[in-house]
């Protein structure tokens, strides 16, 4: 079994549509995270769920809107897509606040 | 934050010990030091974590010096499957997120 899972792994969109990423995770973890990585392979962190909650919000437009259904299930949902949105977003969890991240197999958007 | 610091790539040799360092001369009081791999379309993978002195584990080494300014990840006898990016994080104890990664050092093993 995944351990994270992201979905859909590719993701090719036209400017201006939403699209969303799911994440899911069955380790039992309490965060969840959203990470950018650019083509320069900058790793950026976005948000942080703890228990539902948001407790990281870094510096991401507000056409991201993070949104976490249960412990085990944080979504992306962009709106409005850019070309400078490409990228591959990585999902990730870690048992409490602190400790190891273990992150998903990455889900590549490109938006044209 | 602290703000890490690693050599963009290095060239090693099948069966060789390799030694990647990380600057991270800012570094808090309550911060540790992570090192992750990543290979191709994968997301990055737990390698280790240390505060200070010398850590050890079944894959690596890490050496973190008395100042914590810098810290070395030591590979012992790398193969062709070891090939991938490094990066070195350091860790807010208190909130994994709030953590920067490195720019991450690219490894290329060769035979």
């Known amino acids: 079994d995944t351990a994270v899972s992201q979905t859909p792994k590719y993701l090719v969109t036209q400017m201006g549509n939403d699209k969303s990423i799911k994440c899911e995770q069955n380790l039992g973890h309490d965060t969840m995270y959203w990470y950018k990585q650019d083509s320069k392979k900058f790793l950026k962190i976005m948000f942080s769920?703890?228990?539902?909650?948001?407790?990281i919000n870094e510096t991401v437009p507000n056409r991201f809107s993070p949104k976490s259904p249960d412990k085990a299930h944080l979504n992306l949902h962009i709106n409005s897509l850019e070309l400078g949105d490409s990228a591959v977003y990585f999902c990730a969890s870690s048992l409490h606040l602190t400790g190891e991240l273990f992150f998903g197999e990455g889900s590549r958007l490109t938006v044209l | 934050l602290a703000k890490t610091t690693q050599p963009i790539s290095m060239d090693s040799y099948e069966g060789q010990e390799v030694n990647i360092t990380c600057s991270h001369n800012?570094?808090?009081?309550?911060?540790?030091i992570t090192w992750y791999q990543q290979f191709p379309s994968q997301g990055p993978r737990f390698i280790i974590q240390g505060y200070k002195t010398k850590v050890t584990n079944e894959v690596a080494s890490l050496f973190i010096p008395a100042d914590r300014k810098s810290s070395t990840l030591s590979l012992p006898r790398v193969s062709l499957s070891d090939t991938a990016v490094y990066y070195c994080?350091?860790?807010?104890?208190?909130?994994?997120?709030?953590?920067?990664f490195g720019d991450g050092t690219t490894l290329t093993v060769k035979p």
């Open positions: 994080l350091v860790v807010l104890n208190t909130n994994a997120g709030k953590s920067t």
């Open positions: 800012n570094i808090a009081t309550n911060d540790y």
């Open positions: 769920y703890n228990n539902k909650e948001l407790i």
